[in-house]
């Protein structure tokens, strides 16, 4: 063998070895870790949640997590091993901020399918189809019974800041200066309570969550209050955009829950009927329109 000839087998074995450095290293390009594989890998997932009955919370007596999407969640992975559901609470602005930072694995908590918020994540196939409701004094002593009322009767409105309720009252005709938003819905019941509002608008299942907690004295639910299923919308839960193959995962996994009757009994345990169940022809790529236009 050469001089020459050796200088290049040692030049060829150290690139060699420096690329099996590179791969091996974390964040390596060609083996990183993707959230799915972290998850399994684990057995722990992370979910963001703003703490509101029915759509996740922890129980006060036991401090476990519970709620719709939780307990699809647990259900959802317990087969592939996941038996750890972090739950973390935030403000419900912030549950989508902190996902893209990196908190939570996912986020689940009555999150509805947007295009807007279909910019910012992925969403999951949608799970709940959610109907405005609105909560008054006892007795519903302005007779509330939709948005046509709130308008008409210049009804002072209160609502979730950044929920889509804001978004169905003013389509409907709403004026800004009738609404009041909160950062949570202890502050709207507040000031339901105080006067400052005459009714807070919520989603039905956030309604129905607050009725069965008995914390309502002296309020009930305004029935009816009529929505269209034009102003319906639909909850989902979310993950990054780059978690493309967790987001498959838990489709996946959900539509065998839907087909096994799991869905159908966690349900009934939040008091969910068939005004809740999602049509077949409603799917995330319409709810964020694109459909047809690919991803």
Known sequence: MTFR?????????????LLAL??????????????????????????????????????????????????????????????????????????????LAGRFDAVASGLSITPERCRQVAFGAPDLKVHDAAIVLTGNPKQIHGFDDIVSKKIIMGAGRGSVSVR??????????????????????????SGRIDVTVLSSPTVIGLL???????????TPFVTTD?????????????DQDLRALWDERLLAL???????????????????????????????GTAGAGK
């Open 258 to 288: 839907t087909k096994d009757g799991t869905v159908t009994k966690v349900m009934a345990r939040y008091g969910f009927g068939e005004t809740e169940v999602v049509p077949d022809t409603v799917t995330v790529e319409k709810l964020c």
């Open 230 to 242: 034009e102003q319906a919308t639909y909850a989902a839960v979310a993950f990054r955009s780059e």
């Open 168 to 193: 169905n009252a003013t389509i409907a005709g709403v004026p800004e200066s009738n609404m009041l938003l909160f950062p949570d819905i202890e502050a709207n019941i507040s000031a339901l309570r």
């Open 22 to 99: 590179i791969v091996a290293l974390p964040g390596g390009p060609a083996f990183a870790e993707t959230t799915k594989e972290r998850i399994l890998r684990e057995g722990k997932i992370v979910i963001g949640i703003h703490n509101r009955t029915p759509w996740g919370f922890r129980d006060e007596a036991t401090g476990e997590a519970k709620g719709w999407h939780p307990d699809l969640l647990r259900a959802a992975f317990a087969e592939l091993g996941v038996k750890e559901i972090d739950i973390r609470v935030t403000e419900f602005g912030a549950l989508i901020p902190g996902l």
């Open 212 to 222: 069965a907690s008995g914390k309502l004295k002296g309020l009930e639910s305004a």
């Open 5 to 17: 000839s050796s200088v290049r087998l040692r030049l060829a074995f150290m690139w060699c070895v």
